[in-house]
């Protein structure tokens, strides 16, 4: 009994010092990021040393999608409205929050919503309204259900990382419904998680009732799209 224990104590007392050398050193990377920050804007590899170090790989953007958002961020003049929080939320906090732009951040998970807003207390972070909004039915697809009334009038920019493809009726579909009319010929939306060769449902949705271009984009383990509304 006692030769099964002791394995067991060493994998888990292992499992803890990695995780605690984890958490420093995406502590480390993000506070001389935010250093820099709003003026610098890191290089990729600094991010991806950030991505690896969240250790959350399965949920979290590609390196190549989280570098898009920080340097955009880094120069949006515009309300930015977010869905599905998480690392780009501190990063748009960063280098948009700083310079005084607002960002409106959607989260439907309740655990999740807590993760993201301890984050953002530790590291301070300025002008960032984080949401707790639950899912809604809007009939043939499901959306967040946000406060409208509260949110600015235009956006300048989307970070449309969330709801989730899978458990999500009409997959992230809703953005340009609910909200077509805060967007305008000025705005860019950087779609994640887009399939590269056959045509994407959501972004051929929404190209049949909006007028954009975009632009796809391959990043570690998938792809983004960069649309720019007309
Ligand atoms: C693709 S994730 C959004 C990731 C976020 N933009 C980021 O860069 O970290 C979409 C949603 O998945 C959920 N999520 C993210 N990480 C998770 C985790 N480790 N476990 C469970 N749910 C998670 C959250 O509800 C989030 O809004």
Redesign the pocket.
């Known amino acids: 009994m006692a030769i099964l224990i002791v394995p067991k104590t060493v994998r888990l007392w292992k499992d803890t010092l990695k995780a605690s050398v984890r958490n420093y050193q995406f502590n480390r990377t993000l506070e001389r990021i935010g250093r820099g920050a709003p003026a610098k804007v890191p290089d990729r590899k600094i991010i991806e040393a950030l991505f690896f170090a969240?250790g959350?790989q399965?949920?979290?953007?590609d390196p190549e999608y989280?570098d898009e958002v920080a340097r955009r961020s880094a120069t949006t003049s515009k309300p930015i409205l977010?869905c599905?929080?998480?690392?780009?939320?501190i990063l748009l906090g960063l280098f948009a929050g700083a310079r005084g732009v607002p960002v409106w951040s959607l989260?439907?998970?309740p655990e999740?919503y807590e993760s993201t807003a301890a984050m953002i207390r530790r590291y301070q972070i300025e002008n960032v309204h984080l949401l707790l909004s639950y899912m809604r039915s809007y009939g043939d697809y499901s959306w967040y259900d946000a406060p409208l009334a509260q949110m600015p009038k235009h956006f300048g920019m989307v970070?449309c990382?969330?709801?989730?493809k899978k458990s999500t009726t009409g997959d992230r579909y809703g953005l340009i419904p609910v909200m077509r009319n805060r967007l305008g010929t000025d705005s860019v939306i950087l779609l994640?998680?887009v399939a590269l060769e056959n045509p994407d449902p959501v972004l051929s949705r929404w190209l049949d009732e909006v007028s954009a271009s975009y632009q796809l984009f391959p990043s570690r383990a998938s792809s983004y799209a960069v649309i720019m509304l007309r």
Not at 58 to 61: K, L, N
Not at 84 to 89: F, K, P, R, W, Y
Not at 161 to 164: I, K, R, V
């Open positions: 969240s959350n399965s949920y979290g953007a989280l977010e599905g929080s998480g690392l780009t939320t989260e439907h998970d999740w970070v990382d969330g709801p989730p994640d998680d």
